[in-house]
């Protein structure tokens, strides 16, 4: 295929609009930026002069990060309208963008001395508790036996040392339907995992009171 003066080499081309010959190749794959030919034998692409124009204002575009598909609807419409449409929208976007990283700059600032603010991750103390605990032996056919009479010991217990089962503004029940849902989890939980020894917690502590 003969080369003109009116026409360039991809390589030539490259170096007049500053777009890399990857990013050319790319463009030409998208639709946007289309060689005038492309010769069937090599495959070299061969684009017409006046299409660094297109070339031109593709490159000021991607330099302002507008979105590929934008440009190509600049490039196509060659409308001055349609381009400060485009320009009007993306700026707004880019504004926004700005607005965001002036947030996230000054919360990073302000983090500095409370490095809390960045992770959901907290230290805290609490205070010395006990728990109560049951352990038993167990296996498959007296299993469900085991965990009814360490209920039964468990609330027993904790009604004894402590008091009724309430919270402010909840009745007894309404405590004792809590934890039996609590206790039907825990149960639900140790069954998945049969084991030799079973122990059945009524609150987590740091100095278990054994009751058997």
Known sequence: MDVSDAHL?????????????????????????????????????????????????????????????????????RDPAVTERVLTRHAASMQQRLADT???????????DRPSMHTPVHLRDDPHRHALLVDGRVDESNFSTFLDGAFAALMSAYERLVGPMTEPGRSSAAGSRRMSRCWMRFAERSTRKPASTCSAPISSGCSPIRLA
Do not use: C, M
């Open 9 to 77: 080499r991809i390589g030539p081309f490259s170096r007049a609009s500053l777009l890399s010959i990857k990013a050319l190749r790319a463009y030409h794959e998208r639709g946007i930026l289309v060689p005038a030919a492309v010769d069937d034998e090599t495959g070299y692409r061969v684009y017409e002069a006046s299409q660094l124009l297109d070339a031109a204002v593709l490159k000021r575009l991607r330099d302002l990060d507008v979105p590929l598909e934008q440009i190509r609807t600049v490039l196509d419409a």
């Open 102 to 112: 002036a947030r996230i700059i000054d919360e990073l600032q302000r983090g500095i």
